[in-house]
């Protein structure tokens, strides 16, 4: 499966205009949270996804306001080539310490829904990895910056800048991937 592939099933609103920064804005506030640049420099090719369930409901089907969580979804998905795969990064854009697990798991199972719909359709969807992505802001610059950790297949990833090859090589040394 290709970035193409991918934009031919995606609707392409749910692109953001700016495919080189995430951002997590507070609207009540009306500011930004959280703020990095994406590094994609070992990449063949990125595209950013966005499904913003403030903006529009996603999953229709669902009833609102259950307290189950069957609307989360992370803040957004990261479509990445490198070489002849796939990665899908799922990631949830958090403050401190708090949990993103349920946003991740949720995220998990909507992107089995898109590759099985892949498949059903006729893609070829063998070379997909999914990585799940806590992104949280910890360190301040010009500090010696901390790597990445897995905590229950979930990459912890406190770096400034987003640099989707460290992402990848760490799960690869973990095996996840």
Known sequence: MTISDIKSIIDSKYFPTNQTKLVEF???KGVI???TKIDSALINELL???LDPNAERIFPYFRQKTGLGLNQICDYFLFAMQQNSLFILL???KQGHCCATPQLQASECFMQFLKHTAERVGFDTTNISVIKVKYHQHAKRGTKQAAPIIENGIVLYPWLQFRI???INVCKEHHLI
């Open 33 to 35: 949270i959280t703020e």
């Open 91 to 93: 990631v949830e854009l």
């Open 48 to 50: 950013v996804c966005r």
């Open 165 to 167: 090859d460290a992402i």
């Open 26 to 28: 507070d609207k009540a």
